[in-house]
């Protein structure tokens, strides 16, 4: 497999050269990561506290860690002190989690939103009424140390290019909405993070700010 080449290949097809580009490298080895680095990627991509906890150590102090995936909010204590942006978070809950923990070790922790955009049922993420909820509650104006700084949304797995499109226009549209409305000054809409290797051009036609991009430069997964 040869990142470099893919990665030089990958940001010649990006339909906006300026969108920012998270390596997913969840199940990948460290030698590997260490490659992508070398080749001028700073952020990466993980979905589990274990493994972002094993690599974290093995990398420059500069690199940038995004966790993707789920997360629980049991876990939420072990990145709390590096993690550069959590993209999934799907609840108050873990919102609230997030907040203590950055109290505790007074650091406000940058998060993106995890909107539920897919037709599937399985896919994680606020819908928009519970967002709704979530934002005009008194609790949520006391949030002091998470910075909201914008949306994620995964599209649904399927071939059909016109309902992908379909979703990342209605995630680009919450997001414009969002940027209109009276809100705590804790959270400011700047990134939308939706795209990965399937429909990553089509994001970025939609107006995504960041891509989340994996197999298309490590190459396929191998889960065993
Ligand atoms: C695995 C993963 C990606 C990357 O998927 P690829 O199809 O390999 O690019 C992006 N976002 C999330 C949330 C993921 O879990």
């Known amino acids: 497999m040869d990142i470099k080449a893919n990665l030089e290949s990958l940001k010649k097809s990006f339909v906006n050269s300026e969108c920012k580009l998270i390596a997913v490298s969840k199940t990948k080895p460290i030698e590997d990561l260490k490659k992508a680095y070398e080749a001028g990627i700073r952020d990466f991509g ?31 204590k072990y990145i709390a002190p590096y993690v550069y942006l959590i993209h999934g978070v799907d609840s108050f809950k873990l919102l609230k989690e997030i907040n203590k923990q950055g109290k505790k070790i007074d650091r406000v922790i940058p998060v993106l939103l995890q909107i539920h955009i897919a037709e599937e049922e399985s896919k994680f993420g606020f819908d928009r009424q519970e967002l709704e909820e979530m934002i005009s509650s008194s609790e ?27 979703e990342f226009k209605s995630l680009k549209q919450l997001f414009e909405s969002l940027k209109n409305k009276a809100l ?35 190459g396929a997964r191998n889960y065993s």
């Open 46 to 76: 993980e979905n589990k506290v274990q493994e972002i906890q094993a690599k974290q150590p093995e990398m420059p102090a500069d690199t940038r860690w995004h966790m993707i995936g789920h997360l629980q909010s049991n876990k939420v």
């Open 140 to 166: 949520f104006s006391e949030i002091s140390h998470v910075h909201v700084k914008g949306l994620m949304g995964m599209a649904t797995f399927t071939e059909d290019e016109t309902q992908i499109r379909k």
């Open 184 to 218: 705590p000054s804790f959270v400011q809409m700047e990134e939308l993070s939706m795209g990965m290797s399937g429909d990553y051009q089509i994001a970025q036609e939609e107006g995504s700010t960041m891509v989340r991009i994996g197999s298309a430069i490590f």
